[in-house]
């Protein structure tokens, strides 16, 4: 197992590498002058060229990526064109409030995503499979931003209970939590259930019952853990995405996370940190992958690593 | 109740209401401000953008500044003399004054400011602004000499524009060009505490200010609140004190709140369509004209701007100085129409109008536009452009015969608040793109020699005299479609005063009181 891991973390670096050298030359590619949008609306060609040298950009390209690329190996990701700010700082002061949000609406959206989907299989075309994939389908359908302002309208403006905006306190995280983890919650149920009626179809399952034993056991100890392998892929997946920051609910709930600061980036030509977000996001990607694959044999012992 | 039990109760009635009262005296007076974008830099002379001049306007002040009417004040200075040849400007300086680190405030302070800025080694974005300063000296501890390169008139405005503050020497020295945009120190009424990235930039009273008795309130907490829906949404649950911009469509819900007012207030924003004047058929006189009279600015003001705008009654805003009232522009269809025959366009024509933004409003502005101008038979392909796309194909153009810019919206508002820096970028024929955004490649003789006498010239008449003469020029000539001025909308908690939205969308709190 431990070679295994090593292995894995290995194979890391030369995926890494590839997507460096990717998104410098995507980076490079969109339209616009950083330069002139830096330095804003008031400057003339003298302060753009100011502010070209100050950031580095009157380098030929080679140059650029070699010192982009030798800076990074050392672990440093420049300063933000936008902010002047170290890259490492920026991305750090987001990552916690991004990190907790996910952890927080993943941890409530899972739960309930895997008790309404077993539910809905255990009880096929039944009530609780009708309002369980009522709750999936408007999950998925209502779209976050809405839901988000509608939270803060009901919770916040009408009753006071909850603050709008900020990330300081366990209150600050239920509205936001809440808005990002519907759609997870929805897409889990309907994964789950659909998982787990495959799984009730197999021929275990029905020796199971046949030699007597109960619903309970047959629900929990022979169907569950086989139906987790294609949910705990879907949950993997989700993880990655939800790091990767909301747009949409860090609007709604001026939230200080990541998706802003790409967004933020990315209009402002920002390479730096747009360079090393990219490689953050893979990074936290290729490590998800890994422990989802080191949960399957967690799972299910009958898997093993190669 | 015996009257042993009475006396008890009454003690703690007393002890109680004492200790209220005691609370409320010292109740901290926080405020929050809620706005609509990140902070790019707490270092006026590396911002580009009016919110982070105005938050820095918290920890520093200039030698001159804009009240709340706009209007020029001496703040740390005391008063100026100019030269004859208008090269040489004298500032007399306040005296008794301290930055936040206790360095004192004096020549020498201006001085190491001044230099800073000056030297393009240190690369701030407004290097721009102050490159014709030749050199600054410290005559004695109270009094400046800045002698330019060139006459350059609006000097004083320059100085009070919202990036020419004063930086505490010491902690210039200390912290280093760069490194002073993390620990900024100033004169002004609050210190800087930290600030968060998109979270908050909080700043507190500064004991030792200058103006004894102020600042009034303990410390003002900046918060970037960028959707529209939510930044009406702090208001409402009390969670900021002030908000601005207020979105249109919140404003009759925040109305009906009697804790809240709401404010528009006037503003120097201006918002046109510039022609490309060296391109068929905009290089006709008739057909620029045609496009003023097509387009009827109170129903774009009704449409897109929900009210909060007047009519363009000039070249000029009302509000910056020198600006000369000559319309607004009437609309008449049937004129466009005989207008654009005369020109030798009967059925129209077809071309394209950008917009330098992306937001709602812009795009309400293009489509309405865009549905005017179909009536007078003029087709427009509207696009709104994203900013990487608007420095690429408008700013960044190198050849003004071969610009792709045909029709463009886009908006501007004279930081300096004085006619020279809201004409020369945008209307002089040094300012094609790529160099400043004259995007009409409007060329004057008229204009040009306006621009460039008023500069030269310190007799506030004979500016006044040339600008005016400019500004008829340009109304006649049309190189615009002169649409509105926005008026600024805000709200605030009716125990704040003090606070105001000025012309240009930048504060004035220097009388911030929470009651």
């Given amino acids: 197992m431990a070679v295994y891991l090593l292995k894995r973390l290995l194979g890391l670096l030369p995926t890494l590498l590839i997507v460096a050298v990717l998104v410098f030359a995507f980076v490079h590619l969109l339209p616009g002058d950083p330069a002139r949008l830096a330095a804003g609306v008031d400057a003339g060609p003298e302060t753009v060229e100011l502010v070209r040298r100050d950031l580095g950009l009157d380098l030929p390209l080679p140059q650029q990526f070699v010192r982009f690329f030798s800076h990074a190996l050392q672990g440093d990701f420049g300063l933000s064109i936008r902010s002047k700010r170290p890259v490492s700082t920026e991305i750090a002061e987001r990552f916690g409030p991004t990190f907790f949000l996910t952890i927080a609406a993943m941890g409530w959206s899972v739960l309930l995503g895997l008790v309404l989907g077993v539910a809905s299989a255990v009880w096929r075309n039944r009530w609780p499979d009708r309002l369980g994939m009522t709750f999936a389908i408007s999950g998925i359908s209502f779209p976050s931003f809405a839901l988000g302002m509608v939270l803060m309208q009901l919770f916040s403006v009408q009753l006071g209970w909850l603050p709008t905006v900020g990330a300081d306190t366990w209150k600050h995280y239920i509205l936001p939590s809440l808005t990002l983890g519907a759609g997870v919650a929805a897409v889990m149920a309907r994964f789950t259930r659909s998982s787990f009626i495959d799984i009730l179809k197999e021929d275990y399952v029905r020796t199971a019952r046949a030699k007597g034993l109960g619903e309970l056991p047959v629900v929990f100890k022979h169907g569950l853990r086989n139906a987790l392998i294609p949910v705990v892929t879907m949950m993997g997946l989700q993880f990655g995405f939800l790091l990767g920051g909301s747009i949409v609910v860090e609007v709604v709930f001026n939230w200080p996370g990541m998706g802003r600061l790409l967004v933020d980036a990315v209009e402002m030509r920002d390479y730096p940190l747009i360079q090393a977000l990219v490689l953050l996001f893979s990074l936290e990607f290729i490590l998800i992958n890994l422990l989802v694959d080191v949960l399957y044999a967690v799972i299910n012992p009958t898997i093993r690593f190669q | ?515």
């Fill in chain 2, 1 to 515: 109740m015996t009257s042993h039990h009475r006396s008890a109760l009454s003690r703690i009635a007393v002890a109680l209401a004492v200790s209220g009262t005691a609370l409320a005296a010292h109740a901290a007076k926080d405020i929050t401000v809620a706005v609509a974008s990140t902070f790019t830099t707490t270092d006026p002379y590396d911002a580009n953008d009016t919110l982070s001049q105005a938050v820095a306007k918290s920890f520093y002040q200039g030698l001159y500044g804009f009240d709340k009417d706009m209007k020029m004040v001496p703040v740390l200075a005391d008063s100026y003399t100019a030269s004859k040849d208008g090269l040489v400007y004298t500032v007399k300086l306040k005296s008794g004054i301290k930055f936040h680190d206790n360095t004192p405030f004096n020549a020498e302070a201006v001085k190491a400011t001044f230099d800073r800025v000056t030297n393009p080694d240190n690369k701030l974005k407004r290097y721009n602004l102050y490159k014709n300063i030749a050199k600054t000296e410290a005559v004695d501890a109270t009094t400046v000499r800045f002698t330019l390169k060139e006459p350059f008139s609006p000097f004083i405005n320059t100085l009070a524009h919202p990036s020419g503050v004063i930086i505490s020497p010491a902690a210039l020295a200390q912290y280093g060009s760069k490194g002073i945009a993390q620990h900024p120190v100033g004169t002004g009424p609050f210190k800087f505490v930290e600030w968060k990235a998109t979270d908050y930039l909080k700043v507190e009273k500064f004991d030792g200010y200058w103006k004894k008795g102020w600042p009034k309130v303990d410390s003002i907490t900046w918060r970037p609140v960028v959707d529209n829906n939510t930044r009406a949404a702090v208001m409402q649950t009390n969670e900021a004190h002030f908000a601005f911009p207020v979105p249109p469509e919140a404003v009759e819900t925040l109305s009906k709140k009697p804790s809240l007012e709401i404010t528009a207030s006037p503003s120097i924003i201006q918002r046109y369509l510039s022609m490309n004047t060296q391109q068929k058929p905009f290089d006709n006189p008739k057909v620029r004209e045609a496009i003023n009279y097509a387009i009827n600015k109170d129903a774009l003001i009704k449409v897109a701007f929900s009210g909060y705008a007047i009519p363009a009654e000039g070249v000029l805003p009302h509000g910056v100085e020198y600006a000369a009232k000559l319309g607004p522009w009437p609309y008449d269809p049937a004129k466009a129409r005989a207008l654009l025959k005369e020109a030798g366009y009967p059925n129209g024509f077809e071309t394209t109008l950008w917009s330098a933004y992306n937001h709602t409003t812009a795009q309400k502005v293009i489509q309405f536009v865009q549905q005017q101008l179909a009536q007078v038979g003029i087709k427009l392909q509207v696009q709104a452009l994203e900013a990487g796309q608007r420095v690429e194909r408008v700013e960044s153009a190198q050849d003004p015969a071969t610009a792709p810019v045909r029709m463009y919206y886009v908006g501007w508002s004279s930081s300096t608040g004085e006619a020279d820096w809201a004409m020369r970028p945008l209307l002089a024929s040094e300012s094609f793109p790529p160099k400043l955004f004259n995007t009409a490649y409007y060329k004057n003789e008229v204009v040009d020699s306006a621009i460039a006498k008023s500069l030269v010239t310190t007799d506030k008449a004979e500016k006044a005299r040339l600008y005016t003469d400019a500004q008829k020029q340009i109304w006649k000539d049309a190189p615009w479609a002169f649409l509105v001025t926005e008026r600024l909308v805000s709200v605030r908690a009716k125990n704040l005063s003090g606070f105001y939205v000025i012309p240009d969308g930048s504060f004035n709190f220097d009388d911030v009181e929470l009651k």
